[in-house]
Every structure is written in C-alpha cells, then in structure tokens.
C-alpha cells in the first residue's frame, strides 16, 4: 500500500455532515421476518423484554423502532446511518442480539453477533459516540464473559476535532514494523485529547477504528509487546485493513 498517498488522502477527507443520530432498535421481528419499519403506525413487540416497540420514521433519518414504556438496554444508544451501513454488513440473524448474564439478569443487545453458541462467538460493537472507560470496561467485561469482542470505534469531527487530530497523527512511514505478515507502523498523538488514544490503548478487547474511507487496527498491549513497545503515552500503532479483510476477521474467516 502506498502510505504517502495514504496520508494525503486522509488530509483531504472532510467529515460530512450527517442528520442528527435518532434511533434505537433497527429491526424488530413482525411475524417471522427481522426487519426495520415500513410503515406509520406499525408496532411490534421487543423480542427480549416483550415491551411495545412502536414505528418511528423520520424523513430525515433511518426508520426505527422506540420502545414505548423505555429501552430495555441501558446501554442503548442513539443510531444512525453510520450503525445502519456496517450492521448491513452481516446477515439480519446477527444483528442487534440480546444477551442476559444468567447470574444477574442484566441485559444488552450486542450491535452485531457472529457465530453465536459456538466457540468462535464474536461481538462486534459500533461505537460512534464517545464512552468513558468506565463504561468500555464495563461492555468489555459483560461480553467478553462467553465471547471474543471487537470494538469498531467511529472516528470524526462531529463534535470535536478528534477526526482533525486523529488525521494529524497518521504516519505511515517513519516507524514501520513488520509483524506477521503485516505492517504495523508507530506514531505519536498529535494535539489534544491524547486521552481517547490511551483510553482505547488499554481495551481488553481487540480496537479497530473507522476513520474516512480506513479501517486500522489499533495494537493492544500484547501486540505492542512484539513491536517493542510498551509504548510511551501518545505512542500508537495502526495496521491497516480492507473492509473485506475486517469482516473476515469478525467472522474467524481470515486464519487468525
Ligand atoms: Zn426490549
């Protein structure tokens, strides 16, 4: 791959502008079909609480469903076409899954669920929004329990100029580190909000970050090990991946 293009490329990207984010539940079962809303004033029943789900469709945004009486998933967060697309991605039977701890009861839909009752079960979660680490642990230890998980973390410039300092700090060229195959190249923080960086440094689950047209992989602590890390603070590193090679890897399709 070529990374002087690379970095050009991403300098040239504009965040665009998308219509504020609204939903809640993409799809819902209506008979024995999983799907989003099609029409004004259909309801349907949430599969996971029973609760009500009425249809919600705005013009400007996705259609959806809201749970009349309040979502059963604490976590849920407002969705938009950003969740839309890549949910798209996998087969509609491995979107949006609900998992209960057995022991407390506690319930969460999982974005997207590959493989589920078998061993090779992978969550992946969408993150658009930002989240404290208080609550990242707190996802991580709830499906990493009986899963492999990925964070899928949505990088731009809505509401801060994190896509700006992310797009800054890309360089693919200085310090790059062959490991299995791949490349792995070391880069530093630049500007501000070196917190969402080391935040995302220490997931336990594997960090994947969806920044313009790029997905990269973010080395955890055991890969930055074999790159000769630990790294300092500020210090990263980024393998890049197709979209086609990132869905392989959430589906156990590509060796790992
Ligand atoms: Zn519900």
Redesign the pocket.
């Known amino acids: 791959m070529n990374y002087s293009r690379f970095r050009k490329d991403f300098t040239d990207w504009k965040p665009t502008s998308e219509p504020p984010e609204l939903h809640r539940m993409l799809y819902a079962w209506i008979g024995s079909e999983k799907r989003p809303p099609i029409e004004k004033g259909e309801r349907a029943t949430?599969q996971?609480?029973?609760?009500q789900?009425t249809a919600v469709m705005p013009v400007e945004n996705v259609s959806h469903w809201r749970?009349k009486a309040g979502?059963?998933?604490p976590w849920s967060e407002p969705e938009g076409r950003w969740h839309l697309a890549w949910k798209d991605l996998f087969d509609v039977q491995c979107r949006e899954i609900a998992l209960r701890d057995p022991e407390t009861g506690e319930l969460h839909r999982a974005d997207v669920l590959v493989g589920n009752g078998t061993p090779l079960a992978t969550v992946l979660e969408l993150q658009h929004s930002s989240i404290g680490e208080d609550e990242r642990n707190a996802r991580e230890t709830f499906y990493q329990r009986s899963h492999r998980m990925f964070w899928l973390v949505h990088v731009h410039s809505e509401n801060s100029f994190l896509g700006h300092y992310f797009g800054m700090s890309l360089d693919f060229r200085s310090r790059v580190v062959p490991l299995d195959g791949k490349e792995f190249a070391i880069m530093r923080w630049m500007g501000p909000n070196k917190q969402f960086i080391e935040k995302w440094k220490r997931a336990s689950a594997h960090v994947f970050f969806h920044a313009g047209p790029y997905i990269l992989y973010l080395a955890g602590s055991g890969v930055a090990a074999r790159l000769g890390g630990p790294f300092k603070r500020g210090e990263f590193a980024l393998c890049e991946l197709t979209r086609d090679e990132f869905i392989a890897a959430v589906k156990w399709e590509d060796g790992a």
Do not use: V
């Open positions: 949430c996971d609480c029973g609760g789900l749970h979502d059963c998933d």
